[in-house]
């Protein structure tokens, strides 16, 4: 050992002579991309723990069978520069009398596809823009001035055409819009050009041509399948800057859209929809949107439960503007049906066992086919699609969904096929699809609402808006039983009938003065003095 020893800071010599010749004697080596091998040299066992150690003095006491270390790697600290070729791949570098074979992997290729989903990504965040409104409600009170201004903000995103998709709830009542993109501190003025209020969505448009400066339309996905991930951007509560929540589709049917008290197609989600993501987009993995945020559903027993409307209620919408220049509804078949899951029951329509569909209940009197359909009919299909007993249809793989589904992508006009059973005959008819006419109607589409003043009695006709303003949100429970009815079965026997109740009497009036709004039919007018006549024969 006496003869090991040296000096503290000098290198041993011979190195490399002994280096080149482990390097003459060693076996080449298969080495994998990122490998680092170590292979062993004819060196003696002297020489290998004379050169192990590197820099300073041999330990004490001896050799240490844990630090024999001539089988492993060198560490990366006491690793020489690798050197590289213009492939890429690394040179055998010899060290302490090993022959470290080193081979570097070339550098990752650059995925152009995730570069460009994350520019589209962006582009569409760019899109989402804040909508800001001033809100003048009507005072179903007093029919004759409105309630006093408001302001709200939501979410908005830009579509082709110059144009921009937002709630109508957002909109409602609307007396100014104006909408701010992101990254500005300037608000435009926007104009609203269509609303449904059936499917809860509006399109605004704005004609200052430096709003449109920078900014790319946002692109329509197809529906989602279930568990896809979805993320929801727009301006909730609880800051001013964009926000981004996500999530995946966890439902997907026919769901009860809140504003326009109708069901439609919806998504459900789990992602955060808060106050303010009303009319913001959802969007895929790539970028694309799948849906319109619009409700959430507030429960103590529930827990992130958010709806989106998905783009084929969107599509529906925004070619129904193009093709009328206006929005005209969606349509209904005009009938109320029930299921027939009984055997009983469709052994007594004369229903074969192998024949399906539902029974016709009612048949709306303002349907404009109400003739050709009857009461007892069982529809077996719609449009060659056949309906189950409970009223479903094949939607995707392993999927159905309410056979109202298929009457929501007609549009109003529209002809439909309709194969029933009537008296254990199968018969046809091509039944003409129009939009529904309520008896109380679930909006008034931002007219006034209509009244009559006469002999100091004021009569108003009944809407949904009107039950609400007058009877608070929970109208449902606190109505009069006779309005509910009314509101639940009856339906309208003609297009221009009105339910009209006294809402307010003046406790000073002349029978001779009479004063007049009326956004109905003259038929109005006529059923009011025919009222004014009876109220007043039964006070004398």
């Not at 060198?74 to 302490?96: C, F, Q, T, V």
């Not at 104009?191 to 041509?209: K, R």
């Not at 303002?366 to 094949?394: C, M, Q, R, W, Y």
Request: aromatic share 8%.
């Amino acid at each position: 050992m006496g003869d090991l020893k040296r000096k503290r800071g000098r290198k041993p010599k011979n190195v490399v002579a002994e280096a080149n010749a482990a390097a003459s004697a060693s076996t080449s080596t298969a080495v994998d991309d990122g490998a680092v091998v170590a292979v062993p040299t004819e060196a003696t066992n002297q020489d290998s723990q004379t050169h192990r150690r590197g820099r300073g003095r041999p330990k004490k006491g001896g050799n240490h069978p844990e630090d024999d270390r001539s089988d492993m790697a060198a560490s990366p600290e006491r690793r020489a520069p690798r050197l590289y070729d213009h492939n890429g791949a690394g040179d055998s570098i010899a060290h302490n009398g090993h022959v470290i074979v080193e081979a570097v992997a070339a550098p990752p290729q650059v995925r152009w596809e995730s570069v460009a989903a994350a520019a589209k990504a962006a582009s569409s965040m760019d899109a989402v823009v804040k909508v800001f409104c001033v809100h003048t409600e009507p005072n179903f009170s007093l029919p004759w001035q409105r309630k006093r201004q408001y302001s709200t903000s939501s979410s908005g995103f830009i579509i082709g055409g110059r144009r921009i998709l937002t709630n109508a709830h957002s909109v409602e009542h609307h007396t100014q819009v104006k909408l701010k993109k992101r990254g500005s501190d300037t608000k435009y003025l926007a104009t609203v050009l269509a609303i449904g209020t059936e499917c809860d969505i509006a399109m605004l448009a704005v004609s200052d041509d430096e709003f449109w400066e920078g900014v790319s339309p946002v692109e329509f996905g197809d529906l989602p399948p279930l568990q896809d991930a979805v993320t929801v951007v727009g301006y909730p509560i609880g800051g001013d800057t964009i926000s981004v929540t996500s999530g995946v589709v966890s439902r997907m049917e026919i769901l009860s859209y809140v504003h326009g008290s109708t069901e439609l197609l919806g998504l459900q989600i789990d992602a955060a929809i808060n106050s303010g993501n009303s009319g913001g987009p959802a969007f895929n993995d790539k970028g694309k949107c799948v849906g319109i945020a619009f409700q959430s559903l507030k429960h103590e027993d529930v827990e992130n439960i958010g709806y989106v409307i998905p783009t084929p209620v969107i599509m529906h919408f925004i070619q129904d503007y193009e093709k009328n220049g206006a929005y005209t509804g969606f349509p209904i078949l005009g009938v109320e049906w029930q299921k027939m899951e009984n055997p009983d029951l469709r052994s007594s329509t004369g229903m074969s066992p192998e024949q399906k569909g539902v029974r016709i209940r009612r048949i709306e009197p303002t349907a404009p086919e109400s003739h050709l359909l009857k009461p007892s009919d069982v529809i077996l299909s719609f449009d060659g699609i056949d309906i189950a007993n409970d009223g479903t249809v094949p939607f995707r793989h392993g999927e159905r969904i309410g056979f109202s589904y298929l009457i929501s992508q007609k549009y109003t006009g529209d002809y439909a096929l309709v194969r029933v059973l009537r008296n254990s005959k199968i018969l046809e008819f091509n039944i003409k699809l129009d939009t529904h006419k309520r008896l109380i109607p679930a909006h008034i589409n931002g007219r006034p609402p209509s009244y009559y003043i006469i002999g100091g009695f004021v009569f108003s006709a009944v809407s949904v808006p009107y039950l609400r303003s007058e009877y608070a949100k929970d109208y449902e429970f606190d109505a009069p039983v006779k309005l509910l009815d009314k509101l639940l079965h009856a339906m309208a026997q003609s297009i221009d009938e009105q339910l009209v109740v006294v809402s307010q009497v003046f406790p000073s009036f002349s029978v001779t003065t009479s004063i007049k709004y009326s956004e109905g039919t003259s038929n109005f007018e006529l059923i009011i003095t025919q009222l004014v006549e009876i109220v007043l024969g039964a006070c004398c």
